[in-house]
């Protein structure tokens, strides 16, 4: 699914990825790595598996649409619980693997993780621009006079099923036809349901394609 931000076309992708054809970058969302970990830190009994699975997801996509960068809008790790051996020995080895530039505009949890302590070969920034769109994490960032795009918010809706029953979904946010809100690009991240005006607009994966979604069948 293409859309456009002003002049600036994004290719919205199935897998909770967004790309920019003019510079080739692939932009997403909260990775969230070491969440599972995080949890089990502290006493929960949550299998192991997300950070390879969501890493593997990346590096199949990247191999398909074959960027010149990945760009990581902010949450790229969970905490400084989560950051265990493993998380850092996996991350390491997929950077090899990669063999691309990665470029993180620093999120709030990636703050607390203290991340910074282990030297990843990666770029980061607070924000960045691209395409002539600013990249940051937090939409509250983006200046209303710009285009640009940002996770943080893990963006869903609800729609109505029947009178007593609704489905949550989750995926890409278009505010005022200006800033484009990533999905939390994490399968172990939930979805914050969030209000839409009739200027906004949503789009989902749907048997593997992307889809607006209409704004009359909304929940708010």
Do not use: C
């Not at 991240?189 to 949503?202: A, C, I, V, W």
């Amino acid at each position: 699914m293409e859309i456009f931000l002003g002049p600036t076309k994004v290719e919205l992708l199935p897998g909770r990825a967004a790309f920019l054809t003019a510079s080739k970058s692939l932009i997403v969302a909260d990775l969230h790595l070491g969440k599972a970990a995080t949890f089990r830190a502290r006493g929960l009994a949550v299998p192991e598996g997300s950070n390879a699975s969501d890493l593997s997801q990346l590096k199949t996509i990247a191999n398909l649409k074959k960027p010149k960068q990945i760009v990581i809008a902010g949450d790229l790790f969970h905490s400084a619980d989560g950051l265990s051996s493993s998380t850092i020995e996996l991350f390491q080895k997929w950077l090899q693997m990669l063999e691309l530039p990665v470029i993180l505009t620093e999120g709030n949890h990636d703050r607390r993780s203290w991340f910074s302590r282990y030297r990843f070969p990666i770029d980061v920034t607070p924000q960045l621009k691209l395409d002539g769109l600013i990249v940051t994490h937090d939409p509250d960032d983006l200046p209303v006079s710009e285009y640009g795009i940002a996770g943080h918010l893990h963006p869903g809706i609800r729609i109505k099923e029947s009178a007593r029953q609704s489905l949550r979904i989750t995926g890409f946010m278009v505010r005022d036809s200006k800033h484009l809100i990533l999905p939390a690009f994490s399968q172990f991240t939930g979805t914050s349901p969030l209000k839409m005006s009739k200027e906004d607009q949503f789009f989902t994966e749907i048997n593997g394609v992307i889809s607006e979604i209409p704004s009359e069948l909304t929940q708010t």
